[in-house]
């Protein structure tokens, strides 16, 4: 399973951007596209996921309200659109499959990784 994350660039505080994470390869042995962030000298950070069977998502406290994981089966593209950033959403991140089948936080239930996208946040 291949998975391509874009979308990301630098948007001033307030702003929008919409991530995407397009799949390929074996997706059917997937379940569940997750989105996780990360930057410089922290670790990994959930930011929200969504399963490919039902459109079931789950998202960390900072993203409810602002964020929208959503997905197209028949793109194999999962999004993630993001509302009023803020200068503290500035990071890497990354789109990951996992093969459970429940929803999870933990990014070491994900076996596919993709290469990241950078969002910058300006104040």
Do not use: H
Not at 1 to 11: D, F, N, P, T
Not at 30 to 53: C, D, H, L, S, Y
């Amino acid at each position: 399973v291949q998975l391509q994350a874009s979308g990301g660039g630098l948007v001033q505080a307030g702003g929008s951007l919409n991530l995407s994470c397009t799949a390929s390869g074996r997706t059917g042995i997937t379940n569940i596209i997750g989105w996780f962030r990360q930057t410089p000298g922290k670790e990994r950070e959930f930011v929200a996921a969504i399963r490919w069977i039902d459109g079931d998502t789950l998202y960390k406290d900072f993203a409810k309200g602002r964020f929208t994981i959503s997905r197209d089966s028949a793109k194999d593209t999962v999004y993630l659109e993001m509302n009023s950033l803020k200068p503290e959403d500035t990071a890497v991140y990354y789109c990951a499959a996992s093969q459970m089948g429940f929803i999870a936080r933990n990014g070491a239930l994900y076996r596919y990784w993709g290469q990241g996208t950078q969002v910058t946040v300006s104040s």
